[in-house]
């Protein structure tokens, strides 16, 4: 039997087939990005992985700490492979305890059960950084441990550290450990729910980070982060002239987006521009007002609602709604009898759903329709 989620599949993919070379590239990307989405919503069961991509120093590490409400992962670390790092959450571990599964690329598991944070870092040090004790390089380490401040995790979220995932993919690096990385970055992008891409304010002009973006995340909806926003706070203070923080804050965030379009030659409307500094020094101080200026609880609230959307009775409504959005775009492009013609060929589908969906389902189909 179909599920709504089977059913806004079938819909997605019959638009996209009656698209197929007649839209512009970026309107492709954004049904690319909806059939990737609805393809996780129809697969309920399978883990709820929060990727998190970028270059090299671009405080990856740190975010994901402050994600955790943890300094779990080391920072400052520079990858000399592409183990991927692996964080997930167990209510009945003790707080300050974790347990390490350190999987090699032949297969190879060890394990060790409570550990203090300290010597949860060191393996982390030891194996994501270098090839451990043995020749046989490391593959994944899955770090499990009671998370009490992440309400990421408490949702069921697993948080993924991917190293070197957009150097895979440098043409000038063909030899057989490229080949390799490249295999493991594809496995991570096909297996992760929710993609987190990482730049800093003040170096975005990575041009392997921007190739990755455009070529492998752009058309998969990624929330896409600037971090260490503090660091242009002193540029944007100089062209503005203001000493309002709510006008600087506002003047950043534009400043900043303006830089990710001019490097990467996307839409940003949605950039979130995090202090991970800011976010750790308000919690050490119970600062609530600094906490809401680093942006963190903002990027929180943006992960937990794709969480959310990943629950088939919400994500279809959901997802059913951005379709709408882009077939309004598709309009503008290629006039009203071509989008009818499209959602002529999928009303057999949009019916069922406005029969056996939520509310929200149904009024979303409707609306189509």
Request: aromatic letters at 4%.
């Amino acid at each position: 039997m179909m599920t709504d989620a089977d059913t806004l599949f079938a819909i997605l993919t019959k638009i996209k087939q009656g698209c197929q070379n007649k839209i512009k590239p970026g309107l492709a990307d954004n049904l690319d990005g909806l059939i990737h989405f609805a393809n996780k919503i129809r697969k309920k069961d399978l883990p709820k992985t929060i990727g998190v991509f970028g270059a090299q120093k671009r405080g990856k590490s740190s975010l994901i700490n402050q994600l955790l409400g943890c300094d779990l992962m080391p920072t400052g670390m520079i990858p000399m492979t592409s183990t991927v790092i692996e964080v997930k959450n167990d209510e009945k571990m003790p707080v300050g305890q974790f347990t390490v599964n350190i999987t090699s690329e032949n297969g190879f598991i060890q394990e060790q059960k409570g550990l203090p944070l300290e010597a949860a870092q060191t393996l982390l040090r030891q194996y994501g950084s270098h090839k451990g004790h043995s020749n046989t390089e490391t593959e994944t380490i899955r770090v499990t441990s009671y998370f009490p401040e992440s309400k990421i995790l408490a949702r069921g979220g697993i948080l993924i550290d991917t190293p070197g995932a957009e150097k895979a993919f440098e043409t000038e690096n063909s030899n057989e450990n490229n080949q390799k990385d490249i295999r493991r970055a594809e496995s991570i992008l096909k297996s992760t729910s929710i993609f987190i891409f990482v730049e800093r304010a003040d170096y975005i002009q990575n041009k392997s980070g921007a190739a990755f973006f455009n070529k492998n995340l752009k058309d998969l909806q990624p929330l896409c982060v600037v971090n260490m926003k503090e660091l242009a706070e002193d540029e944007v203070r100089k062209r503005t002239a203001t000493s309002d923080p709510n006008a600087l804050e506002a003047n950043l965030n534009s400043y900043l987006c303006e830089h990710m379009v001019n490097a990467f030659h996307a839409n940003f409307n949605d950039l979130i521009c995090v202090s991970c500094k800011e976010a750790k020094t308000a919690k050490k101080n119970s600062d609530k007002r600094g906490l809401e200026k680093s942006n963190l609880p903002r990027l929180e609230n943006q992960i937990l609602q794709k969480l959310d959307e990943l629950k088939p009775e919400v994500g279809v409504a959901s997802c059913l709604n951005r379709l709408q959005n882009c077939l309004n775009s598709i309009k503008e492009t290629n006039g009203e009898p071509f989008v009818k013609q499209l959602c002529s060929s999928v009303k057999t589908q949009l019916n069922a759903l406005c029969n056996s969906g939520t509310q929200k389902t149904k009024d979303s189909a409707k609306g189509i329709l």
